[in-house]
């Protein structure tokens, strides 16, 4: 029988970055859950012989606090990758010198605190435009896992929104996040976007073939708020309608994957946060065991580097363009 992969990643989002994207007092403590997370997740993924790689926000990285613990993700065998410094959803609204000082800031703090220069990329959530790719190009950076195909964005943003403490300017800034309603028609496979000649890999976060509903974790803590049973069907079934559409699976965790109400009173209002931390890691463990009895699951880089000798479609990209003076920047830079 033919090995059949799949790819599993982490958005290590901190409690703070939880706090400012919400809108809530205090983030600018920068506080912290990563000494209650970090072993936890450690743990069962070494139990289970699964290697991934974790997406770091370069504003962690460079505190003192953190270094030893992120530190122990990389000791751990696991790719560590660059989920931009300051962890704001509206990175796609940036300039080109303020995203290349995004991107290389938080590339800086990463390598000091981890030994690890970061190949890979993922924008805060799912930001993303034709500059930010341009720069990772240049930056020397192999693949990008920014978009997500789902028609339920638009839903997920305002359930966030109604939620939120926030100013209609905030509101503005985050009116991308989750993205569109067109962003759930972008491709399920990985692809190569197009710039100019270069090329840089695409891995999409997995939805549902077809329905384009999510299958990430935190979603599947959701449904089993309202039935365990329904939860474990629906992501048996996803994984074999992948098999079926032939998308080999590229699947993403969040801390609050691993960490219940009990752990963390902040984050109340977030889905799935309303049951136990020992309910939650029960359902993980058994849910990465599926996976992994089901494939032979690759850090991201791991799964570029097997996508890079298969002939990827191109794409170019296609993002709405407010400003069309940033992109031509951004190519003449990428040309020069």
Not at 25 to 44: A, C, I, K, T
Not at 193 to 220: A, K, Q
Request: proline share 5%; charged share 25%; hydrophobic share 40%.
């Amino acid at each position: 029988m033919t090995q059949k992969y799949a790819s599993l990643s982490l958005d290590l989002d901190n409690l703070w970055s939880y706090m400012k994207t919400r809108g809530d007092d205090g983030w600018q403590d920068f506080p912290s859950y990563f000494e209650l997370l970090v072993p936890r997740f450690l743990d069962m993924l070494d139990d289970l012989s699964i290697t991934m790689t974790v997406f770091v926000v370069g504003q962690d990285a460079a505190l003192d606090k953190n270094k030893a613990v992120l530190k122990s993700i990389a000791d751990a065998g696991h790719e560590i990758a660059n989920h931009s410094f300051n962890h704001e959803p509206w990175l796609h609204l940036y300039s080109l010198d303020e995203i290349a000082d995004e991107i290389a800031k938080a590339e800086d703090a990463i390598v000091a605190a981890t030994g690890q220069r970061p190949i890979g990329f993922r924008g805060p959530g799912y930001s993303l435009s034709e500059t930010v790719l341009r720069v990772l190009k240049q930056r020397g950076y192999k693949y990008d896992c920014s978009t997500f195909p789902t028609i339920v964005g638009p839903l997920a943003r305002a359930y966030y929104f109604a939620r939120a403490r926030l100013e209609r300017d905030q509101k503005e800034r985050r009116k991308a996040l989750f993205g569109s309603v067109s962003d759930g028609f972008r491709p399920l496979s990985p692809y190569a976007w197009d710039l100019d000649g270069h090329r840089l890999t695409e891995i999409p976060v997995t939805t549902l073939p077809f329905v384009r509903t999510p299958i990430h974790y935190s979603y599947l803590h959701w449904i089993a708020g309202a039935s365990e049973g329904l939860a474990s069907g629906y992501y048996k079934s996803a994984l074999r309608t992948c098999d079926l559409a032939g998308v080999a699976p590229s699947l993403l965790l969040h801390p609050l994957d691993f960490m219940g109400g009990d752990d963390v009173q902040q984050l109340a209002f977030f889905p799935g946060m309303n049951q136990s931390s020992s309910d939650k890691l029960a359902r993980m463990r058994r849910f990465l065991t599926i996976l992994s009895d089901r494939y032979a699951i690759l850090p991201m880089a791991s799964h570029a580097e097997r996508l890079a000798d298969t002939g990827l479609p191109l794409r170019s990209p296609d993002f709405e363009r407010k400003d069309r003076q940033l992109v031509d920047a951004a190519r003449e830079t990428t040309a020069s």
